[in-house]
């Protein structure tokens, strides 16, 4: 098992008085318990050798119990320029990428939040930004095209994903046995609204490639931001490590439970972060402190 940390709560005692299953968005029927894992990588311009090690990490999380993974964010593909990425674009449900996540879940029998991968768009010189999940049988259960586009200039880093990348528009969640799961990626971190739009979540998730320099300033509070706000789990699997293009990433994976603790966390190199959400903390946040049901502005 690869090395994780986790933290102790700090948190005030909290009523075991909790809301009923629907206030929570979610069936009377689902898990009151669910094990997750967010993989972290450092992917390379080898699309065949980063499904590899990613089909490895998965057996890992597998094997330690987990009933989702998510994976990072260009797991699948970090090229030496933005433009290498339409090499190994793929028709959406179709392509080597797409088979490997579906014959993945498949095999280990649980839900995969594939990162991302580049799909075909409308104009050639640009590519979608995908987030596909599977299902334990290995069908596709959702699909999101990341909204947000980075942009950053400081001295010689220099980013505009706009140049090779298509916006998604629509917010995505889909059902899990734990809940409802609200999907976003990388730079949607720090536009809140777009998770209030997600409705009531048990988890939201962040497949990530925060640069260096942007995530020791903002990564961590910004993803404990956002399970403060939401009163739900957060899991994010990020990029981290100095990759074969020169680029840098945080990494600095991380699960944090709905009071903003942090439940797992590593901070580089290729590794399993796993952690087990609960619905009974779900429900003692919510009622000590309730905030998502005082919301007024919408």
Same mark, same amino acid.
């Not at 991968?117 to 999940?133: G, K």
């Given at each position: 098992?690869?090395?994780?940390?986790?933290?102790?709560?700090?948190?005030?005692?909290?009523?075991?008085?909790?809301?009923?299953?629907?206030?929570?968005?979610?069936?009377?029927?689902?898990?009151?318990?669910?094990?997750?894992?967010?993989?972290?990588?450092?992917?390379?311009?080898?699309?065949?050798?980063?499904?590899?090690?990613?089909?490895?990490?998965?057996?890992?999380?597998?094997?330690?119990?987990?009933?989702?993974?998510?994976?990072?964010?260009?797991?699948?593909?970090?090229?030496?320029?933005?433009?290498?990425?339409?090499?190994?674009?793929?028709?959406? =449900?179709?392509?080597?990428? $797409?088979?490997?996540?579906?014959? /993945? #879940?498949?095999?280990? +029998?649980?839900?995969?939040?594939?990162? *991302?991968?580049?799909?075909?768009?409308?104009?050639?010189?640009?590519?979608?930004?995908?987030?596909?999940?599977?299902?334990?049988?290995?069908?596709?259960?959702?699909?999101?095209?990341?909204?947000?586009?980075?942009?950053?200039?400081?001295?010689?880093?220099?980013?505009?994903?706009?140049?090779?990348?298509?916006?998604?528009?629509?917010?995505?969640?889909?059902?899990?046995?734990?809940?409802?799961?609200?999907?976003?990626?990388?730079?949607?971190?720090?536009?809140?609204?777009?998770?209030?739009?997600?409705?009531?979540?048990?988890?939201?998730?962040?497949?990530?490639?925060?640069?260096?320099?942007?995530?020791?300033?903002?990564?961590?509070?910004?993803?404990?931001? =956002?399970?403060?706000?939401? $009163?739900?789990?957060?899991?994010? /699997? #990020?990029?981290?490590? +100095?990759?074969?293009?020169?680029?840098? *990433?945080?990494?600095?994976?991380?699960?944090?439970?709905?009071?903003?603790?942090?439940?797992?966390?590593?901070?580089?190199?290729?590794?399993?972060?796993?952690?087990?959400?609960?619905?009974?903390?779900?429900?003692?946040?919510?009622?000590?402190?309730?905030?998502?049901?005082?919301?007024?502005?919408?």
């Amino acid at each position: 098992m690869s090395e994780t940390h986790v933290s102790s709560s700090s948190s005030p005692a909290l009523s075991a008085t909790a809301p009923s299953a629907s206030q929570l968005g979610q069936a009377s029927d689902t898990q009151s318990t669910f094990r997750v894992a967010a993989l972290q990588m450092v992917s390379t311009p080898d699309r065949d050798r980063n499904l590899a090690d990613a089909g490895r990490l998965i057996a890992e999380a597998a094997a330690d119990g987990a009933q989702l993974v998510l994976l990072p964010e260009y797991f699948c593909f970090m090229g030496f320029k933005d433009t290498d990425k339409l090499a190994v674009r793929e028709a959406y =449900r179709d392509g080597p990428i $797409q088979r490997f996540l579906a014959d /993945a #879940a498949r095999r280990h +029998k649980l839900w995969v939040i594939g990162g *991302t991968l580049p799909v075909t768009a409308p104009e050639p010189s640009r590519v979608l930004n995908t987030t596909l999940v599977f299902d334990p049988q290995g069908n596709e259960a959702a699909r999101y095209d990341k909204i947000h586009l980075f942009n950053f200039e400081k001295g010689e880093e220099s980013f505009d994903e706009a140049r090779t990348i298509c916006p998604g528009g629509e917010v995505r969640t889909f059902q899990s046995p734990f809940g409802r799961v609200g999907l976003s990626v990388c730079y949607d971190l720090r536009f809140p609204e777009l998770y209030r739009r997600m409705g009531d979540c048990a988890l939201m998730v962040v497949p990530s490639a925060f640069t260096y320099t942007t995530g020791r300033a903002h990564w961590e509070m910004l993803l404990r931001a =956002r399970a403060v706000e939401n $009163q739900c789990y957060v899991l994010a /699997a #990020a990029q981290g490590g +100095k990759h074969e293009n020169g680029r840098r *990433t945080w990494g600095h994976s991380m699960l944090v439970d709905p009071w903003g603790e942090i439940v797992a966390v590593r901070d580089e190199g290729a590794a399993v972060v796993a952690g087990t959400l609960e619905r009974t903390r779900i429900d003692e946040v919510r009622q000590s402190l309730p905030a998502w049901r005082h919301r007024v502005l919408s």
